[in-house]
């Protein structure tokens, strides 16, 4: 018998009532999406009320609704689910952020649009959340951060270089260091707005205007420095 089909014969031994997946006409153990949302739903208002180390899967059982069965067919342990968690905040976090780097416009009106859909970003507070969980738990689990960074964050520096380094071959930009460079540019354009966010010291999200003014300077900031000397 392989685990998971010891996992459900053990849950019903224990007198928990029966996983969906064995019910007429629902999908095989571990793979219906609503079964799985509720859980992840669940979890998601436990890590966020108690934290990962005082959460336990008892507290998540009774919060998502689910038996002890249901929740060890869909995930391993505490753990498990928790990266299962990050993952899906992080392809939230980066949808569709990078739109603005693939657009044919003037350089700075690039740049521009790009700044603000990054503070926006990063300054929301469904993803300043996420952010804290998972530079709460690196300590404990570094590896959960890196892999959070390495798909996240560093995917998107990759992109934003890649966007510099074409800008210039054109003879746009002139960059001797376009990692770091890239690195600069975010942090110019959440300037202030960002940190105070995250610390809870600003409890207020930032405005649309606020925004475009802090990236605007600091995309002008950028421009000055590597911006490519025109020939008389």
């Known amino acids: ?16 009532e029966a996983p969906d997946c064995l019910r007429r006409g629902r999908p095989a153990a571990g793979q219906d999406p609503i079964k799985r949302r509720q859980i992840l739903d669940g979890a998601r208002r436990v890590f966020i ?12 059982t009774r919060e998502a609704g689910v038996s002890k069965g249901t929740i060890y067919v869909y995930f391993q342990n505490k753990e498990d689910l928790f990266e299962a968690l990050i993952e899906e905040e992080r392809r939230s976090i980066f949808a569709n952020l990078y739109d603005a780097l693939e657009h044919d416009g003037g350089l700075r009106e690039t740049l521009i649009a790009y700044g603000v859909a990054l503070a926006k970003k990063v300054t929301a507070p469904t993803v300043l959340r996420a952010q804290r969980t998972v530079i709460g738990i690196c300590e404990r689990m570094p590896e959960v951060g890196m892999r959070f960074y390495e798909r996240g964050p560093k995917r998107g520096h990759d992109k934003l270089m890649a966007f510099l380094a074409r800008a210039v071959e054109a003879g746009k930009l002139s ?14 354009c959440t ?42």
Request: proline share 4%.
């Open 1 to 16: 018998m392989g685990t998971e089909s010891r996992e459900i014969a053990s849950s019903i031994e224990a007198g928990d």
């Open 49 to 60: 009320n108690m934290g990962f180390d005082a959460a336990s899967m008892n507290d998540i």
């Open 175 to 188: 960059i001797p260091d376009i990692d770091l460079a890239a690195y600069q540019f975010g942090d110019l």
């Open 191 to 232: 300037s202030r707005i960002f940190r105070q966010c995250l610390f809870g010291y600003r409890t207020t999200t930032p405005s649309e205007e606020e925004i475009r003014q802090i990236v605007t300077a600091g995309v002008d900031l950028f421009m000055k420095a590597y911006a490519a000397e025109v020939s008389p």
